[in-house]
């Protein structure tokens, strides 16, 4: 371990060791300090209670897809419940918890107490289930974490067709990924200007994923084992006076991966001795930490200045492995054991913001952030997906860059239901080894907003943007060097103009109708190579009407459609075929409630729909061709009835539809062999569809004697 290494598992030690230390002697002497009461705390003592609970039945087919996120990726019986308890005594104690999906792999729960105005202890935990695919089957078989083999009797072959053991030997796979979050928090306010913070925030996953590897022309996909653990600290101190508040962070971010590599098998036949097997590296393990003061303070003549500065560091010095697992091939040394990788991180944001005059606001904002790589740049030679020493070698570069940007924003109004506001900004941003040193945006815009028209408001903005910058230069000190015509698009000169607006009109007091739409256009001026063009546009209808009875109806549609167009060159010249892509996502709502539709049973439903649309025509040397189109639809519906049976008990019934259907020519009909030189995994698109019906109770009860809807954080 270096000296580097030894310093920061210290620092980060004595940081977790001593904070909650230094917390607990607080809390201990909390009831000493005098601490101003609080004004706006609820008044009244005693419980609240919100507990609903019930069984979910789900089925459909596919459903494998409709678990991502909830847990829900099987038919069959589900326990489904939320919770709300609050405690708030006579003597500013508290207690709150909510918990939201129990019983379900996507369940979520929150607890926190304390006294009011000196100290509280918060915990939550979080489950989030990620579901790819199940469709997936694989020949390789998992040994540890970190080595996948092919079984017993494998066939070896140079295309899939050949493989006489594939069909034995697939097993079905998922790619699917459990994440499990906890968070553990403390704070205490030592007078009504001192105040700290603690937080600690673990998250695991656990799972597998798609990845691949290749044998120069040939390639097999596998899934691969994901087993890691990030683990997160903050510790904050507040300082607030009269007139300013001033705050000091620590924040530290170390990531283990429990897998720091995988070797796999060579399912085809080596094309030369020894490359009967691969070996990748996955992420290293590393550790971020960032230091940041931030403040506001309150000037004279209506003036408010608000600032913030950090430093931080990124690091890792996972041990690099050898050039290749091929023990045919003679490789020299590695020019170092790791990357003894260092990036430092600056950033400092200064806004002012000032009303010299009534009707007059003015904003200036400044942003700064600069990336310092300090990775040694070392020369290393390569082997060729473990065939063949490479001819060149290949050298890392530390990339490192500076952005600042300026925005000036000024707000008139010119009459008392209508004002004015523009502004420029201007973004500058240098890097370091890459294509172009420099490059320089500005944007100026202008907005109208105006309720002059009585029942009317209108909102519309204009802007344009332009940018340019230094001589582009392409790299050629690499092993692929790119066309020099090429330029990429983030850093390329670029026009752009665009115009949004929003219109709401209130017909009546009870119905409300909006229309917003947004247009933009990019244009690459000097690009021969790269993107060339881009169109933007979305439109949208919004709209409801609450009738007396309580009922309401709303609805919505949306249409957004991206054109772009690509130029490219077969030759490494002058370009010889373009690409067009266009884009297009239509996405709708209806939903009506109606409280009381019979007696005391409250009805409500809505109907969602999404779909998309992709297409990508091409043209080479004046031939046209074109992919097939990806088509995607999404189609949701929700009902429900609440049946309040007393005061504080009600019955619930839900019913919910969903289907999505997806037309993917990436994984239509693509099994493990199709592909002569690729053995895929045989993903299929997503298409599922889905009922779940849910049936449970919700029990409410509030001992304070007070009335109004709960104050849920």
């Not at 050039?323 to 091939?329: A, M, P």
Request: proline content about 4%; aromatic content about 12%; glycine content about 8%.
């Amino acid at each position: 371990m270096t000296v580097r290494s030894q310093f920061t598992a210290f620092g980060r030690a004595a940081v977790i060791c001593a904070a909650p230390g230094l917390l607990l002697a607080a809390l201990a002497h909390a009831d000493d300090d005098p601490v101003p009461a609080c004004e706006l705390c609820p008044t009244g003592s005693g419980w609240e209670l919100d507990l609903s609970g019930g069984f979910a039945g789900v089925s459909g087919d596919d459903l494998f897809h409709f678990g991502d996120y909830t847990g829900l990726d099987d038919s069959g019986l589900y326990f489904a419940g939320n919770l709300f308890a609050r405690y708030l005594g006579e003597d500013a104690r508290f207690f709150r918890v909510e918990g939201y999906r129990l019983g379900l792999d996507s369940q979520a729960i929150f607890a926190e107490g304390g006294k009011q105005g000196h100290y509280a202890y918060r915990v939550s935990y979080q489950g989030i289930p990620r579901r790819f695919y199940d469709t997936t089957a694989t020949p390789f078989r998992r040994s540890g974490d970190d080595e996948l083999n092919l079984v017993s009797g494998w066939v070896r072959s140079p295309t899939t067709q050949g493989m006489t053991a594939l069909g034995t030997s697939l097993e079905p796979v998922d790619i699917k990924r459990d994440w499990a979050i906890l968070q553990l928090g403390m704070a205490y306010e030592v007078s009504s200007q001192w105040a700290f913070d603690v937080n600690y925030r673990q998250q695991k996953r656990d799972g597998q994923s798609m990845s691949s590897g290749a044998y120069f022309f040939d390639a097999a996909m596998f899934a691969s084992p994901v087993v890691d653990t990030t683990d997160e600290l903050e510790a904050v101190v507040n300082y607030s006076a009269e007139t300013w508040h001033l705050s000091a962070s620590y924040w530290g971010a170390f990531f283990d991966n429990g897998v720091s590599s995988l070797t796999f098998d060579n399912p085809f036949s080596a094309v030369s001795p020894g490359a009967d097997s691969g070996r990748l590296a996955r992420a290293p393990d590393n550790d971020s930490h960032q230091l940041r003061v931030a403040g506001s303070m309150i000037l004279p003549a209506r003036t408010t200045l608000v600032g913030h500065a950090s430093i931080g560091r990124m690091e890792q010095d996972e041990s690099f492995l050898p050039y290749t697992i091929n023990s045919q091939i003679a490789t020299g040394l590695l020019p170092s054991q790791s990357a003894d990788a260092e990036v430092e991180t600056t950033s400092v944001g200064l806004r002012v913001t000032s009303s010299p005059m009534r009707k007059l606001t003015v904003e200036g904002d400044f942003r700064y952030n600069e990336r310092d790589n300090r990775t040694a740049e070392r020369e290393f030679n390569y082997v060729v997906t473990d065939l063949f020493n490479a001819a060149d070698s290949a050298t890392n570069i530390a990339y490192d860059y500076e952005r600042s940007e300026f925005r000036l924003r000024g707000e008139y109004r010119v009459l008392s239901r209508t004002k004015v506001q523009a502004g420029f900004d201007v973004e500058e941003f240098q890097r370091s080894g890459q294509e172009r040193g420099t490059t320089d945006t500005d944007r100026l815009w202008v907005q109208l907003r105006t309720r002059a028209i009585p029942h009317l408001d209108v909102d519309i903005e204009l802007y344009t943007e332009d940018r340019d910058g230094s001589v582009y230069t392409p790299i050629e000190n690499v092993a692929t060097p790119q066309n020099p015509l090429m330029r990429k698009y983030n850093m390329a000169d670029r026009e752009r103009d665009g115009v949004k607006g929003t219109v709401s009109a209130y017909v009546t007091e009870r119905i409300n109708v909006g229309l917003n739409a947004e247009v933009n256009e990019d244009d690459y001026t000097d690009s021969l190579v790269g993107l060339q063009a881009s169109e933007y546009s979305r439109y949208g209808l919004e709209g409801s009407y609450a009738a007396a009875s309580g009922m309401s109806v709303y609805g919505a549609v949306y249409q957004e459609d991206v054109e772009s167009t690509m130029a490219n060159s077969q030759g490494f010249a002058t370009p010889d075929w373009t690409s067009t892509t266009d884009d297009s996502f239509f996405t709708g709502n209806l939903g009506v409630t109606f409280p009381d539709i019979i007696d005391r049973l409250d009805f409500n439903a809505q109907f969602a729909i999404t779909e998309s649309e992709g297409d990508t025509a091409n043209s080479t040397n004046g031939l046209a061709s074109r992919f097939p189109t990806f088509e995607s639809s999404l189609q949701q519906f929700q009902l429900g009835l609440d049946y309040q049976y007393s005061d504080a008990l009600s019955v619930q019934f839900k019913y919910f539809y969903e289907n999505f259907d997806t037309d993917d020519w990436h994984l239509d009909g693509v099994q493990p062999a199709t592909v002569p030189n690729l053995l895929s995994l045989g993903a299929s698109p997503w298409d599922y569809t889905a009922h779940v019906v849910f049936v449970g109770v919700r029990y409410v009860l509030d001992t304070r004697g007070q009335s109004g809807p709960r104050i849920a954080k």
